[in-house]
């Protein structure tokens, strides 16, 4: 559609903008004009005004900067497996936490928490979080697999009972701990960008740029696998190893997501859909729209989750929920009420 790259261009300039207000808004205000100055200023060109404020400067390198890319990065890897998950399953209601890469880093970061275990440091949760999600997402491909295909609907109802056990060993650990470790699991459990820094905005960076790269290589593919596997085989798509390759990536993105961020909800599940309304069905241009309609919506909502309450902060991933829920049923309304649903 020839309106798909204003679009696109659209969410870029808007994702910009946010990011400058955001970073610019807290307790320490700084104008956008002057978070410009600084970012030229720290690039080497000397335009623009610096921040007035005491500590301007610092509260923008140290913590602002680091919360607002660490929320970009996340956002578009959630915006973009969802965008994946969708199209895999032909189900526009799908969503990353399908393959059971979100309750498999919930169980990780709680293990982690749990034995107290210390092997990488200050990085041992985050770590442990996104081994949990991809060795869930592969033991989901696996066990959906029967004569070396995995069909979709066996691999959502592997996906739900996978879930399902995650749950109830993070409720087991969570039992076996004590009043700390609970709070500790809560907290990483509800999402938060809290525990954003460079360290961390560098290991996930690469996480994301390698699976949005390998998403937007996969997107004709992923158009021609729309049409069904038969079909797709005779245009000359191998499925099952792509259909592997799409879970593969989708754990990444996912877990490289959450694992310094905790769950955060919805995100994967609305964006892409109320962005394949306004695109259509096309993944050329679903797969970086919803990449940036996730940064936006992460950026937005932590923006608000930490100024909504003055002096206080209130959990990014109760907010999403809170937001996501209503728009949920509204998309169930929607699709259920369509000619023919969903298969």
Request: hydrophobic residues 55%; contains cysteine.
């Amino acid at each position: 559609m020839k309106k798909n790259p204003v679009f696109i261009g659209g969410l870029g300039v808007a994702l910009v903008v946010l990011c400058l207000v955001a970073a610019g808004t807290g307790q320490v205000r700084v104008p956008p004009d002057e978070v410009v100055g600084s970012l030229l200023h720290h690039l080497g060109i000397p335009v623009g005004p610096r921040p007035s404020v005491v500590q301007g400067d610092n509260a923008l390198w140290f913590v602002r900067f680091p919360r607002v890319a660490l929320g970009v990065l996340v956002g578009m890897a959630l915006g973009c497996a969802g965008a994946l998950m969708q199209g895999l399953s032909g189900n526009p209601l799908a969503e990353p936490a399908i393959i059971g890469v979100s309750s498999g880093a919930a169980v990780g970061a709680a293990a982690a928490i749990v034995t107290g275990l210390s092997l990488f440091g200050n990085w041992t949760v985050a770590a442990c979080a996104f081994a949990g999600g991809l060795l869930t997402a592969l033991l989901v491909y696996a066990l959906a697999q029967a004569g070396g295909r995995a069909e979709v609907v066996t691999l959502v109802l592997t996906g739900i009972a996978v879930n399902a056990a995650a749950g109830a060993v993070l409720g087991l650990l969570m039992f076996l701990t004590d009043d700390d470790g609970v709070r500790a699991i809560a907290f990483w459990n509800l999402g938060s960008l809290a525990q954003a820094s460079w360290a961390a905005v560098a290991v996930v960076a690469p996480c994301v740029a390698a699976g949005l790269a390998a998403s937007a290589a996969g997107a004709r593919r992923l158009d021609l696998l729309a049409l069904g596997d038969g079909p797709a085989r005779h245009l000359g798509v191998p499925v099952e190893r792509f259909r592997l390759t799409l879970i593969a990536v989708t754990a990444l993105l996912t877990a490289g997501g959450v694992a310094f961020t905790g769950i955060i909800s919805f995100i994967g599940l609305v964006v892409p859909h109320l962005v394949r309304m306004v695109t259509g069905p096309g993944h050329r241009a679903v797969l970086p729209a919803s990449a940036l309609g996730g940064a936006i919506v992460l950026v937005a909502g932590d923006l608000a989750a930490r100024t909504i309450v003055e002096y206080q902060e209130l959990p990014l991933g109760v907010l999403t929920a809170l937001v996501g829920g209503p728009c949920f049923f509204w998309l169930l309304r929607r699709t259920r009420s369509r000619a023919g649903g969903w298969r």
